[in-house]
């Protein structure tokens, strides 16, 4: 789940600004770190740089609790791919990359790199259900159905995202996978969604089986490159009324505005369902109708020194894309952090502490 809190930090964030220009020239500046493209392990900068840990969440803030429920232990975590809508090829390249890159057997193209998606899917892989048995470690992409001609029309509810599925379950070109399987629902930029950019850039839950005859945990995430990208694909894309404010947006490590901030949101969604698939899991919160999740407690932090608006401390190469993590066939990827139970902080491979 995804409350988009992001937007009213960075609004909090602009009242509070009252620094000078040179100073925010100089914030700016070290929001990023300038690598070469072909340095695997970058030399990161002093602790020194951004030491303080209370932007990064606090045991003393956040109740995350267990409320007995499954987690997605079984191995692998098969996910069942449904492209809605019309793709470019190289677009289901980037994401597929993604996925392929949870595993640890290919999380990277160097082995040598510590900063890698597998890495930052160690921190989901700490979650454990009653039994003791840990969120798997590895995902495989076990099908791919492409709905191009819009079986439900070009915008979906809530409802109707099921029926996506329930059709390509009855079709079969997916099987009914009960303990392994999770459904990803990726809709193209053309497609608008219920509550898209008001109030969520993805979801997850589990379908209903008045409605696809089965009890099958699901995520949905919509391209947002041409709706709303200053808000679900932030910070590649900054809102207008920030104009001026000296936050520029990060250039995205893969040339795609709203595929780059989709993966980001896939990440978020996938660590939530792998975590809390029935809602009956790990989540913060008494109310399970609106549970604060894993990812929802680290929402716009990406490094060290993170939050109220500032990724914090992420890399860049030379010609200034900005990445936080590696992953399959050199792929570079800008990936929110996830809460750590061990920790009691959020978490990602690039940690400088």
Same mark, same amino acid.
């Given at each position: 789940?995804?409350?988009l *809190?992001?937007?009213?930090s ?8 009252s620094? $000078?220009?040179s100073?925010?020239?100089?914030e700016? #500046?070290? =929001? ?9 392990n970058?030399?990161l900068?002093?602790?020194?740089? $951004? ?5 990064e969440?606090s045991?003393?803030?956040v109740?995350? &609790?267990y ?9 692998? @975590?098969?996910v ?5 809508? &019309?793709? /470019?090829?190289? =677009?289901?390249?980037?994401?597929r990359d993604?996925?392929h $890159?949870?595993s640890?057997s ?6 040598k790199?510590?900063?890698?998606? #597998? ?8 979650y454990?259900?009653q039994?003791?048995? *840990?969120v798997?470690r *590895? ?15 070009s915008?979906l509810?809530r409802?109707?995202?099921? =029926?996506?599925i329930? %059709?390509?379950?009855?079709?079969a070109?997916?099987?009914?996978d009960?303990?392994h ?23 997850h839950y589990?379908t209903?089986? $008045?409605l ?8 949905w ?8 990208? !200053? ?13 001026g404010?000296?936050l520029?947006?990060?250039?995205p490590?893969? +040339?795609?505005?709203?595929v +780059?901030?989709?993966?980001s949101?896939i990440?978020?969604?996938? /660590?939530?369902?792998s975590?809390?698939p029935?809602? *009956? ?5 008494e109310?399970?109708? /609106?549970?604060? !999740? @894993?990812?929802d ?5 990406y ?5 109220g608006g500032?990724t914090g =401390?992420?890399m860049r190469?030379?010609?200034g894309?900005t990445f ?6 050199g ?5 929110q952090?996830?809460?750590?139970p ?7 491979? %690039?940690?400088?502490?």
């Open positions: 789940m995804e409350p *809190n992001l937007i009213f960075l609004l909090t964030l602009l009242l509070l600004s620094s $000078s220009s100073a925010k020239r100089h700016q #500046s070290v =929001q990023t770190l300038s690598i070469k493209p072909d340095i695997i970058p030399k900068p002093p602790k020194s740089l $951004s030491s303080n840990k209370k932007f969440g045991s003393n803030l109740d995350l &609790k409320h007995m429920g499954p987690v997605l232990s079984s191995s692998p @975590i098969n069942y791919i449904i492209w809605y809508g &019309k793709w /470019a090829p190289q =677009q289901q390249s980037l994401i993604f996925l $890159s949870i640890p290919s999380s990277s193209s160097s082995s790199s510590t900063q890698t998606v #597998s890495d930052w899917w160690k921190t989901v892989s700490l454990t259900d039994t003791g048995a *840990n798997s *590895n995902l495989l992409i076990a099908g791919e159905y492409s709905d191009h001609y819009y079986s439900q029309g915008h509810t409802l109707s995202v099921q =029926q996506v329930g %059709n390509a379950v009855k079709t070109p997916f099987p009914v009960h303990k399987g999770i459904y990803l629902i990726l809709t193209s930029v053309d497609v608008t969604m219920q509550d898209f950019c008001r109030a969520v850039c993805g979801f589990f209903f089986p $008045s696809v005859g089965y009890t099958l945990p699901y995520a995430i919509g391209n947002s490159g041409k709706q709303c990208p !200053e808000v679900c694909a932030y910070p590649f894309a900054v809102p207008g009324y920030m104009g404010s000296g520029a947006a990060l250039k490590p893969n +040339d795609d505005v709203g +780059d901030g989709m993966i949101v990440g978020h969604e996938l /660590a939530e369902l975590s809390n029935l809602i *009956n899991a790990w989540y913060a919160g109310d399970p109708t /609106a549970p604060t !999740e @894993i990812g407690l680290c929402e716009g932090l490094g060290t020194g993170g939050g500032y =401390q992420v190469d030379r010609k894309k936080n993590m590696y992953g399959k066939k792929r570079r990827f800008l990936i952090w996830i809460w750590s061990v920790l009691k902080a959020c978490a990602g491979p %690039n940690a400088l502490d």
